[in-house]
C-alpha cells in the first residue's frame, strides 16, 4: 500500500523567509510525486509534479520540490515567502506500474505566512 | 475554459434522503474522481474512473455510487444520507496518470 506523510499540521513563517513543507512517501516501486494548493473555499490547484529526471522541480509561483529517493522525500520549498503563500499545501503520491494506482494524499499542511 | 464543474456548491440534507452530486469536465479526460475532504484528514478517494462505462471503488465507497456514461460526466449518487456524509466532496479529472489533476471548487454537503 501507498502513504504520504506530511509531519506537521501548520508552518509559520515570516514574509521574505524561506520556506520548506516536508512529505514523505512510501510506495511500492517508483513514484510520481505532486504539490497542490488549497485557497479557502477553494479547490485544490496543482503546484509541480516529480515523474522523472531532475531531482529539482520547479513550479508555479516561484515554488520547487526536490526529489530525495534515498530518503524518500519530496519537501516543498520556496526562497521567500509571500503573505499570499498562506494556504493549505498536500503531497500526494502515486506508484508508476502497468497497471491503474490511485492517487493518496497527505493530511495536508497549513502554511502561514505573516507580515 | 470551464475545467471541472461541480454542482450543487451548498447542500443540506435530512438523514435517509437521497441526492446526485454533479461533475463534468470539458477537457476531454479519461480519468476522473471522486473524493471527499474532512478535517485533518487530508482527500479520501471515494471511486474513479478510468474512462466511460469503467468505475471502481476508492478507499472509502461505502454509501456511494457513480456512474459514467459520458467522457464528460461522473454523478456521484448517496441513496441513504448520514452524519457521517457530512464533508465537502471534490470531483477531479486527469489525461493520464502521470499528469496532475484538475479539481472543481467542491460541494458543501451537511447531512441533519
Known amino acids: 500500500a501507498q502513504s504520504v506523510a506530511q509531519p506537521e499540521d501548520q508552518v509559520n513563517v515570516a514574509e521574505g523567509n524561506p520556506l520548506t513543507v516536508k512529505c514523505t512517501y512510501s510506495v511500492s516501486g517508483n513514484p510520481y510525486l505532486f504539490w497542490y494548493v488549497q485557497y479557502p473555499n477553494r479547490g485544490l490547484q496543482f503546484l509541480l509534479k516529480?515523474?522523472?529526471?531532475?531531482?529539482l522541480v520547479k513550479g508555479s509561483y516561484g515554488f520547487e520540490a526536490e526529489f530525495n529517493k534515498s530518503q524518500t522525500s519530496f519537501h516543498l520549498k520556496k526562497p521567500s515567502a509571500l503573505v499570499s503563500d498562506s494556504a493549505l499545501y498536500f503531497c500526494a503520491v502515486r506508484v508508476m506500474n502497468s497497471g491503474y494506482s490511485t492517487l493518496t494524499f497527505g493530511k495536508g499542511t497549513m502554511l502561514l505566512v505573516s507580515p | 475554459n470551464a475545467g471541472v464543474t461541480q454542482t450543487p456548491k451548498f447542500r443540506i440534507l435530512k438523514i435517509g434522503q437521497s441526492m446526485t452530486l454533479q461533475c463534468t469536465q470539458d477537457?476531454?479526460?479519461?480519468?476522473m474522481y471522486w473524493y471527499r475532504q474532512d478535517p485533518g484528514m487530508g482527500l479520501k478517494l471515494i471511486y474513479y474512473?478510468?474512462?466511460?462505462?469503467?468505475?471502481d471503488k476508492g478507499e472509502v465507497p461505502n454509501g456511494y455510487n457513480v456512474s459514467r456514461s459520458t467522457t464528460e460526466d461522473f454523478p456521484l449518487r448517496l441513496e441513504l444520507a448520514a452524519p457521517s456524509q457530512t464533508s465537502v466532496y471534490f470531483c477531479?479529472?486527469?489525461?493520464?496518470?502521470?499528469?496532475?489533476?484538475?479539481f472543481g471548487q467542491g460541494t458543501r454537503l451537511t447531512v441533519v
Open positions: 474512473s478510468v474512462g466511460a462505462g469503467i468505475t
Open positions: 516529480y515523474i522523472t529526471g531532475d531531482n
Open positions: 477537457m476531454n479526460h479519461n480519468y
Open positions: 477531479a479529472s486527469s489525461y493520464s496518470q502521470s499528469t496532475e489533476a484538475f
